[in-house]
T-cell receptor
Framework: DTGVSQDPRHKITKRGQNVTFRCDPI?????LYWYRQTLGQGPEFLTY????????KSRLLSDRFSAERPKGSFSTLEIQRTEQGDSAMYLC????????????FGQGTRLTVV | GQQVMQIPQYQHVQEGEDFTTYCNSS?????IQWYKQRPGGHPVFLIQ?????EVKKQKRLTFQFGEAKKNSSLHITATQTTDVGTYFC??????????FGAGTILRVKS
């Protein structure tokens, strides 16, 4: 257990439905990251927060994806109008402030769009 | 953004053989991290390299950072079945974004 928790662990949804995932980072970590990973690939950067501010969002991310971190603690990632291509593992990571510190990953949420 | 190439994409070795994965960048890196992901698991931090020419060891694992800080390698001596997984490099950009290479998948035959 890394201290980063994600919920749910698995989600099966029908195409066109909206889904929301939650990430609870390690409490003292002010930086939070979302990644998407498909089989045989490395984690693909989606977005990044420092405290409650969303500082960067991948240009690969369509407008159907949105993320929030309202109080600088937990974060949510929402995918609207899901498509089959959205099926992947969604990973959350957090790390402490100051430089290039170690990132701690959650177990991920596996999304299957049918 | 920062782009790195990891080679090989995949390697299947006999238990006891050595293994090396390389991470190459077209630009100079401030530092680089390495992570391991076991099958079905999540990435776990292994090490960070900061200095030009730096070499760090963790038991059978040896990590190197090139003199020009454009490449890095991870070498495993005498692989064991517990080494199975995917090894990712994560080059640091100036700032906070953390991106990963495509990874090298290691399989070990016992």
């Amino acid at each position: 257990d890394t201290g980063v928790s994600q919920d749910p662990r698995h989600k099966i949804t029908k195409r066109g439905q909206n889904v929301t995932f939650r990430c609870d980072p390690i409490s003292e970590h002010n930086r939070l990251y979302w990644y998407r990973q498909t089989l045989g690939q490395g984690p693909e950067f989606l977005t990044y927060f420092q405290n409650e501010a969303q500082l960067e969002k991948s240009r690969l991310l369509s407008d159907r994806f949105s993320a929030e971190r309202p109080k600088g603690s937990f974060s949510t990632l929402e995918i609207q109008r899901t498509e089959q291509g959205d099926s992947a593992m969604y990973l959350c990571a957090s790390r402490s402030a100051g430089g290039n510190t170690e990132a701690f990953f959650g177990q991920g949420t596996r999304l299957t769009v049918v | 953004g920062q782009q790195v190439m990891q080679i090989p994409q995949y390697q299947h070795v006999q238990e006891g053989e050595d293994f090396t994965t390389y991470c190459n960048s077209s630009t100079t890196l401030s530092n680089i991290q390495w992570y391991k992901q076991r099958p079905g698991g999540h990435p776990v931090f292994l090490i960070q390299l900061v200095k030009s020419g730096e070499v760090k060891k963790q038991k059978r694992l040896t990590f190197q950072f090139g003199e020009a800080k454009k490449n890095s390698s991870l070498h495993i001596t005498a692989t064991q079945t517990t080494d199975v997984g995917t090894y990712f490099c994560a080059p640091a950009q100036y700032g906070n974004k953390l991106v990963f290479g495509a990874g090298t998948i290691l399989r070990v035959k016992s």
